[in-house]
């Protein structure tokens, strides 16, 4: 009878290793969170403004609004994204005079804020097309081989297309004018 007296052994406890599986699963996805949160926070996505406020509300503070349409129902064009319109194909045009170079090949983009601008733009194309060759084909070697000369040819060809697109449209509608490729050959 000693044999029936001896002490059982202890039960292992039920249910442990889902415990610990659990943990770990709860664990990791904390970890996980917590690395989500910061890429955002990294990256800007959350990142807060002047005292506290989110950017866009303390800017629209700033301005004296509430961060809604303004009162005549404009809507503030600094914060639409731009939008570019590439003139396609590049514009290839022989130069005046005789100077080393003979042909300007410029590729150009013009950037709008309004997405119905973008339309019009598209729809005025051949005119515009037409105003930059001209323009392009008046220069000489001289007045394009700086980099002041590019930079007045380039303001030179936003007047002339805002002032066609105001006589089509009755806005400017162009922005800004940037030359993506300038070639003199």
Do not use: C
Request: glycine share 10%; no cysteine; charged share 25%.
């Amino acid at each position: 009878m000693a044999k029936d007296e001896e002490t059982p052994a202890p039960a292992k406890a039920k249910g442990t290793p889902w415990v610990m599986i659990i943990a770990i699963v709860m664990v990791s996805l904390m970890l996980l969170m917590g690395m989500m949160l910061g890429t955002l926070y990294l990256t800007g996505v959350l990142s807060a403004g002047k005292g506290g406020k989110t950017e866009h509300v303390a800017d629209a503070q700033d301005q004296g609004g509430d961060g809604e349409k303004q009162a005549d129902g404009e809507q503030d064009t600094e914060k639409k994204a731009a939008v570019y319109i590439p003139l396609e194909p590049a514009f290839v045009v022989n130069f005046e005079g005789k100077g080393p170079a003979r042909f300007l090949q410029i590729t150009v983009e013009a950037m709008t804020r309004s997405p119905e601008m973008e339309e019009k733009i598209k729809k005025h194309m051949p005119v515009l097309r037409n105003a930059l060759v001209f323009l392009f084909g008046s220069q000489t070697y001289e007045n394009v081989s700086t980099l002041d000369g590019k930079e007045k040819l380039r303001t030179a060809a936003l007047t002339a297309l805002q002032k066609i697109l105001e006589e089509e449209t009755g806005e400017p509608g162009i922005e800004a004018l940037y030359f993506t490729s300038f070639v003199m050959q």
